[in-house]
């Protein structure tokens, strides 16, 4: 038996099923979860020594690579000061200085620890700020595990089967519409209908939590003239897009200004931190500033912010973003020549460092509906064989995959052999 397989029974005793997340489970794909002990640049290594290129990267944080020794070396430096004060620091005044400075739209932001406090946060600000209840969000998008927003979810409660979880009562999940991915009538529609009801509209600008579905052409655009249309509050869900698919986030890549934005994943470069913000007329409705509340003891945790400036400063330098891009976009030619020549139905999306692997026909996913449409059982068993070739990829059809910054040719070959094989047996 291998450690990750005598690990997972053990874990089994005490943690529900084996895992702290469940889409750490492999619930996906089948097969047992690998557990990790160490992790360095591209690679991360399991508890049986076997290393793998990590197209997971923590899911999502780790757009440098692992173990970067500039972020280390922060952490080491404040790591000397004390592990959290419950106070202000000034390196949370330069985090919200440089992330107002990298995306504009953030005039004011408050530091969280998680994305899920992030968006749960920012949905209580536009109710508060709004004066109404209801929100919109979009079938398979995920925004983390709060109330209002665990209806029609992706990411593992789509995975699981389990899109609107129980214990949400009936009474919040009725506050939430839901409408399909890159819809606009369906929006125009539904705002004409209730427009005076909703509070905000949140969005993955990028969706990556059905798979990867970028946005169609103009949909963004429309959505936000929508938004003013109706004084409804316009929430870009960053944590997975910010600071990955352009240094401005989703919103820097297409040109929208939204309302407010949540971060998390890269902005804390792996330690626990989320962040929300967006227009000062509406941000000046937190605590203390007004009455809407919100808090946390950790928030702003100093040994966080050291790892999340020194990240931040990392991938703000000339060229970064344009290198993730190149290197995904070969991978994905690669792996889309492999698979034509194998003979498999094969579609990618990729948005800068961000991209979706579908087993399919079709050439334009556009919302949940295509992205489930797809041969999942073909995916869990190229899932597999990537994995016996030493790829990591996420554990789920219904997950985006990351590129990260260690990543060179080395690591293209790797992946690409491996998926030649992968793709000629599935044949
Ligand atoms: C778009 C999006 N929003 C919110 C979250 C929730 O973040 P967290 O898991 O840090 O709570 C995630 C991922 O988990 C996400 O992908
Ligand atoms: N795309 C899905 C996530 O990022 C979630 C990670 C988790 O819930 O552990």
New binding site residues.
């Given amino acids: 038996m291998s450690r990750s397989a005598t690990l997972f029974e053990n874990a089994q005793q005490h943690i529900p099923g084996g895992v702290n997340?469940?889409?750490?489970a492999f619930a996906g794909v089948g097969g047992t979860p690998l557990f990790f002990k160490h992790a360095e640049g591209a690679y991360v290594v399991d508890e049986d020594d076997k290393r793998y290129v990590d197209y997971i990267g923590s899911?999502?944080p780790m757009i440098l690579g692992h173990g970067h020794p500039e972020v280390l070396d922060a952490v080491r430096n404040q790591l000397q000061h004390g592990l959290s004060y419950g106070a202000p620091t000034a390196l949370e005044v330069e985090m919200a200085d440089l992330v107002s400075q990298l995306v504009p739209s953030m005039e004011m932001l408050r530091m969280v620890s998680s994305?899920t406090e992030a968006t749960m946060s920012a949905i209580r600000l536009a109710r508060g700020y709004t004066g109404r209840d209801s929100i919109i969000k979009f079938e398979g998008c995920?925004h983390?595990?709060s109330d209002s927003l665990l209806v029609k979810a992706?990411?593992?409660a789509l995975t699981l089967g389990v899109p609107s979880s129980p214990g949400v009562p009936a009474a919040f999940a009725q506050h939430t519409l839901t409408l399909p991915y890159n819809d606009l009538a369906a929006i125009e529609q539904c705002l004409k209908e209730k427009g005076e009801e909703i509070a905000c509209i949140i969005i993955e600008p990028v969706a990556?939590?059905m798979n990867c579905i970028p946005p169609q052409e103009g949909f963004h655009q429309g959505l936000r003239k929508l938004c003013d249309e109706h004084g409804v509050v316009l929430i870009f869900d960053e944590?997975?897009t910010g600071f990955r698919v352009s240094l401005g986030g989703a919103q820097g890549h297409y040109g929208i200004t939204p309302d407010l934005s949540t971060f998390g994943?890269v902005i804390g470069g792996g330690m626990p931190v989320g962040c929300f913000g967006g227009k000062k007329e509406i941000m000046s409705h937190i605590a203390p500033l007004g009455p809407v509340y919100q808090a946390g003891t950790l928030s702003g945790n100093p040994l966080a912010m050291a790892a999340g400036l020194a990240t931040l400063k990392l991938v703000s330098q000339p060229g970064f973003h344009d290198k993730l891009d190149s290197y995904a976009k070969r991978l994905l030619a690669g792996l889309q020549e492999r698979a034509d020549a194998a003979g498999i139905p094969f579609t990618t999306t990729q948005v800068g460092g961000m991209f979706g692997l579908f087993f399919t026909d079709n050439k334009d996913i556009r919302n949940f509906e295509d992205a489930v449409a797809c041969d999942v059982e073909r995916f869990k068993k190229f899932f597999h064989l990537m994995l016996d070739g030493g790829v990591y990829l996420?554990p789920s059809a219904f997950?985006?995959g990351f590129v990260s910054a260690a990543m060179g040719e080395t690591e293209l070959q790797i992946t690409l052999d491996a998926a030649e094989k992968a793709f000629k047996a599935l044949a």
């Fill in positions: 997340s469940p889409v750490r899911w999502g994305g995920y983390g595990h992706g990411s593992g990556g939590n944590v997975m994943k996420a997950e985006a």
